[in-house]
């Protein structure tokens, strides 16, 4: 028997529309920027193509992706349970193509981050990589970003993840692969952010959360002191579980008993984003490939909190 005949003919080949995967990154990449605008520079397209790419996965499916929000992007009904399509199909589009063209890929890559982001985010991206990429030895170095760009300039480090933001200090030339919301983080049933002053636990002074929230804090005319400062992550939440302080953080790491505060009780800080730089002195397949490896992480995921 052939085999057209056995998997039922040509007629289950008929041509019919098709979730093109380039749209489906770009559908990824505006949730997880939160922007028309930040999305095309991600996908390295002009805004005008990006709506075009929308108008024409709306006219695929048949039904509306994007609600009208003033504030910025929002999905339909029809949208969100899209993207969770867009989600699985990438992610095995991404494991195909690694799984015939990665496996031989080896070398070292040294990963700069801030020491949040590797506790937040890495584990799984590099989790992910190492089993599609088991040859390449990834070095991590945790550091602010203020600290990462030069080592990024300078090549010491090969990719750099770093905050940016106006009071982040840190040039915006890489690609942004993230944003999300910062909220106040304080123990579940806890009661140290009715305290005045209100205890903080925060990064070093050149941390942008940390300008960040406590703008708003002055701007709100909430008294507030710095009660305990630590450069690691750790450090931080140790503070806000004993419910000693408060401390500004991504909605993304909050589980457990460390939860968000209202924003009536504490206006929350904003923001933030976060860039990709490779080194202009780091080449090689395997510095290549675990800086697409992250960025497509990211639009998979869409980690970004609305």
Known sequence: MAIAERLGGERDFAPGPVLEIDLLRTLLAIVSTGSFNRAARAVFRTPSAV???????????????????????????????????????LQLNDEALARFRCQSTEGVVRLGTPDDYATGFLPRILARFAATHPLVQVDVTCKPSS????????????????SVGATCGVPNTGDIIHRERLVWAGLRHG????????????????????????????R????????????HYVGQVAAVLADLAVAPLPKSV?????????????????????????????????????????????ETEALAAA
């Open 51 to 89: 709506s075009m790419q929308m108008k024409k996965l709306e006219d695929i499916v048949g039904k509306p992706i994007f609600a009208k929000d003033g504030r910025g992007v929002a999905l339909t009904g029809d949208g969100e349970e899209l993207l969770g399509f867009a989600r699985r199909m």
């Open 147 to 162: 600290e990462l760009v030069d080592l990024v300039d300078e090549g010491e480090i090969d990719v750099g993840l770093m």
């Open 191 to 218: 009661q140290v952010h009715t305290r005045r002053p209100l205890p903080i636990a925060a990064s070093g002074r050149t941390c942008c959360w940390r300008a960040m929230a406590t703008e708003k804090l002055d």
């Open 220 to 231: 709100a005319g909430i008294p507030y002191r710095i009660a305990y400062s630590s450069a």
């Open 254 to 298: 909050l589980d457990g008993d460390l939860v968000a505060i209202d924003d009536r009780l504490l206006p929350a800080p904003g923001y933030y984003e976060i860039q990709i730089r490779t080194s202009p002195l780091a080449s090689g397949a395997a510095v290549e490939a675990l800086a697409n490896h992250i960025r497509q992480s990211f």
